[in-house]
Every structure is written in structure tokens, then in C-alpha cells.
């Protein structure tokens, strides 16, 4: 696998899922969604979108 030709590109994705991951985890604990609601809402994309980026 070519990871060292796509580092900028995961690099870049795994912020975003990270301050995506916070974000979401704030505006979570501000109107009390249920994690469980929260986990479906998170893990279906995120692994949607790693399908589409790797």
C-alpha cells in the first residue's frame, strides 16, 4: 500500500474527523442527543467517507 504518497491527504482527513469528532461531542452534551443517536450519526459517515478516500 502507497501510504507515504497519500500522508498529507490522511493527515489532513484525520484532523478533520477529529474536530468534527469534538465539535459534534460539544453541540452532543449542549442539547443532550443520546450517544446512541450520536454514534449512528458519526460512525455510518466516517467509515463511508474512509471507504471513499483510501
Given amino acids: ?3 507515504n504518497a497519500y500522508r498529507p ?3 489532513f482527513i484525520g ?3 477529529g474536530f468534527l469528532i ?6 452532543a452534551l449542549i442539547s ?3 450517544w446512541s443517536n ?5 460512525i455510518i459517515p466516517g ?3 474512509l ?3 483510501t
Avoid: E
Avoid at 469534538?22 to 453541540?27: G, H, P
Avoid at 450520536?38 to 458519526?42: D, K, M, S
Fill in 32 to 34: 443532550q442527543i443520546s
Fill in 15 to 17: 484532523i478533520g474527523i
Fill in 51 to 53: 471507504f471513499f478516500y
Fill in 1 to 3: 500500500m502507497k501510504f
Fill in 22 to 27: 469534538v465539535l459534534i461531542s460539544a453541540i
Fill in 9 to 11: 491527504v490522511t493527515t
Fill in 38 to 42: 450520536l454514534g449512528i450519526g458519526v
Fill in 47 to 49: 467509515v463511508i467517507t
